[in-house]
T-cell receptor
Framework: GAVVSQHPSRVICKSGTSVKIECRSL??????MFWYRQFPKKSLMLMAT?????????EQGVEKDKFLINHASLTLSTLTVTSAHPEDSSFYIC????????????FGPGTRLTVL | DAKTTQPNSMESNEEEPVHLPCNHS???????IHWYRQLPSQGPEYVIH???SNVNNRMASLAIAEDRKSSTLILHRATLRDAAVYYC?????????????FGTGTRLKVLA
């Protein structure tokens, strides 16, 4: 069964609104989670690392004020797309390291965001 | 930048073996080689990983070159459900954290 869940699985919103996406680790704790974005027919692009109890670290070119990340607990990270625009429409995926290593990851099922 | 290179696409007939190559010439001595696959509209799924020796599991086999600069994912009998994008990944240490940097992957098409 799934060990990392995302909610919602798909969301449609109007331009200018904010959208929150949740990523949960099921039955294990994750002090670190990762957020990716994927455009159609393209590969996954790492956006940021979510750290429990501290600020997220963002990859170069990713606007931290646009994509707010909060790692509220050891099993939950949220990504908020603020003032969404059509160009933010994408498939957002989170992942969490598998407990005990060696460094394999569990990926969530993804969230399809469509901004009208 | 991605540290792996893979062919953009490959085709296989159903029930036949598939060999998916990956080049990672800049691999360091402690880097594991990871393979994931992504079915349409889903998150990536773990397939296999290895360090130096060849590895087998219920999904696939991983053959690692002696110099570790390349590897091959082997699906022993492709099925239609194996049609996916296969990613070969080396983790990168960025700002003290190990991260996956995805390359372009190989889109595998399985023909009935």
């Amino acid at each position: 069964g799934a060990v990392v869940s995302q909610h919602p699985s798909r969301v449609i919103c109007k331009s200018g609104t904010s959208v929150k996406i949740e990523c949960r680790s099921l039955d294990f704790q994750a002090t670190t989670m990762f957020w990716y974005r994927q455009f159609p027919k393209k590969s996954l692009m790492l956006m940021a690392t979510s750290n429990e109890g501290s600020k997220a670290t963002y990859e170069q070119g990713v606007e931290k004020d646009k994509f707010l990340i909060n790692h509220a607990s050891l099993t939950l990270s949220t990504l908020t797309v603020t003032s969404a625009h059509p160009e933010d429409s994408s498939f957002y995926i989170c992942s969490a390291p598998r407990p005990g290593g060696p460094d394999t990851q569990y990926f969530g099922p993804g969230t399809r965001l469509t901004v009208l | 930048d991605a540290k792996t290179t893979q062919p953009n696409s490959m085709e296989s007939n159903e029930e036949e073996p598939v060999h998916l190559p990956c080049n990672h010439s800049t691999i360091s001595g402690t880097d594991y080689i990871h393979w994931y696959r992504q079915l349409p509209s889903q998150g990536p799924e773990y397939v296999i990983h290895g360090l130096t020796s060849n590895v087998n599991n219920r999904m696939a086999s991983l053959a690692i070159a002696e110099d570790r600069k390349s590897s091959t994912l082997i699906l022993h009998r492709a099925t239609l459900r194996d049609a996916a994008v296969y990613y070969c990944i080396l983790r990168e240490r960025i700002s003290g954290t190990y991260k996956y940097i995805f390359g372009t992957g190989t889109r595998l098409k399985v023909l009935a």
